[in-house]
Nanobody, 126 residues
Framework: QVQLVESGGGLVQAGGSLRLSCAAS??????????MGWFRQAPGKEREFVAA????????DYTDSVKGRFTISRDNAKNTVYLQMNSLKPEDTAVYYC?????????????????WGQGTQVTVSS
């Protein structure tokens, strides 16, 4: 069974920073071959793509609204993916989810991802 556990969410003022972590585990889960993604879901809205990183960590992708502010990274030795969020805005408020897929193409598409975490709340006050 695969588990993805997010942490690092919280309440922060606009302009502040947070670093989210997602720890992966599972007896048959080889973290280093999976593309990892971060998605978010605000109240009343659909879950949307935020960022993704390939298995080697040398290819990343971001939605336009977070480019230049968020950075996705991974540590395959620790089975962990990170999302560094800087210059946070109230519109970044959402539950943030990490997800894993063996398929590197279409990594912005939610349905491509096989495994999901339970999410961590990020609230940005104005």
């Amino acid at each position: 069974q695969v588990q993805l556990v997010e942490s690092g969410g919280g309440l922060v003022q606009a302009g502040g920073s947070l670093r989210l972590s997602c720890a992966a585990s599972g007896r048959t889960f080889t973290f280093s071959v999976y593309t990892m993604g971060w998605f978010r879901q605000a109240p009343g809205k659909e879950r949307e793509f935020v960022a993704a990183i390939n298995w080697r960590g040398d290819s990343t992708d971001y939605t336009d609204s977070v480019k230049g502010r968020f950075t996705i990274s991974r540590d395959n030795a620790k089975n962990t993916v990170y999302l560094q969020m800087n210059s946070l805005k109230p519109e970044d408020t959402a539950v943030y989810y990490c997800a894993a897929t063996r398929f590197s193409s279409n990594r912005r598409v939610r349905s491509v991802y096989e495994y999901w975490g339970q999410g961590t709340q990020v609230t940005v006050s104005s």
